[in-house]
């Protein structure tokens, strides 16, 4: 097996990524940057793609794991969701995602301000989607396992995270460099190996220059 665990990150711990994200969460220029070059706000196309693979149909019930402001909202009830819920450790976080919610009048949907280790969902998740968070999870082998284990057989899953391109290594050592250094990412975890280790084949697709990955499937049983 060419996958080698790499367990919690020796970066962060949950405790620690909760404290970061209490104080960053709608940071102005984190939002700027997040607008204007890594185009990752409520529009953005590189999270359209990640939630077409969902393949949505009217009324699923989707989780959003590790949901932060609730970025993907909008774009996943564009899409068909129904029953929405969203867990992340950050109770600031969940603070904009709350507002967000109010702000849209979107009723059906809930949020769970627990750490990824203490959410242990029943299988009856429609479609389940983990953005730009599996760099960041201590623990990015659990955070899979409890995205998948959420679905019911039949459902579907994405996650779109940051990867280096492969195409230019200083550009590839500075994108590493900039996740460690704001959020303690860490963009050159294999999560398509873990995922192909434990549930087999999926599909895997680049974006945004190579520097973003969208990797999706679906739950065989
Ligand atoms: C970069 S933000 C991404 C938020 C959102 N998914 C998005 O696409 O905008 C990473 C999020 O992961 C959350 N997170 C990290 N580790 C977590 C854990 N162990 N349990 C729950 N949430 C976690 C953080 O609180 C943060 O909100």
Not at 47 to 64: C, E, H, T, Y
Not at 98 to 127: K, M, Q, S, V
Not at 128 to 151: H, K, T
Request: charged share 20%; hydrophobic share 40%; glycine share 10%.
């Amino acid at each position: 097996m060419a996958y080698k665990m790499q367990g919690v990150s020796p970066v962060r711990t949950d405790a620690s990524v909760q404290r970061l994200y209490d104080r960053i969460a709608g940071e102005s220029l984190g939002n700027w940057l997040d607008e204007r070059v890594f185009r990752l706000t409520e529009n953005s196309p590189y999270r359209q793609r990640a939630i077409d693979q969902l393949q949505l149909k009217p009324g699923a019930v989707v989780l959003d794991l590790a949901c932060g402001a609730g970025q993907n909202f909008k774009l996943l009830r564009a899409a068909g969701a129904g029953e929405l819920v969203g867990v992340d450790i950050s109770r600031r976080s969940l603070q904009d995602a709350a507002a967000r919610i109010r702000r849209h009048g979107w009723t059906n949907a809930r949020l769970l301000n627990t750490p990824i280790a203490d959410f242990h969902p029943e299988p009856r998740f429609d479609a389940a989607l983990c953005s730009f968070a599996m760099c960041i999870i201590p623990n990015y082998e659990q955070a899979v396992d409890r995205l998948i284990g959420a679905l019911r057989p039949g459902g579907r899953w994405a996650i779109l995270c940051m990867q280096p391109s492969g195409k230019h290594p200083l550009l590839d050592s500075a994108w590493a460099w900039m996740n460690r250094c704001y959020s303690g990412g860490d963009v050159r975890r294999d999560v398509a190996a873990y995922v192909r280790a434990v549930y087999g084949d999926c599909h895997y697709e680049t974006c945004f220059g190579g520097f973003y990955y969208i990797l999706s499937g679906q739950k065989i049983s």
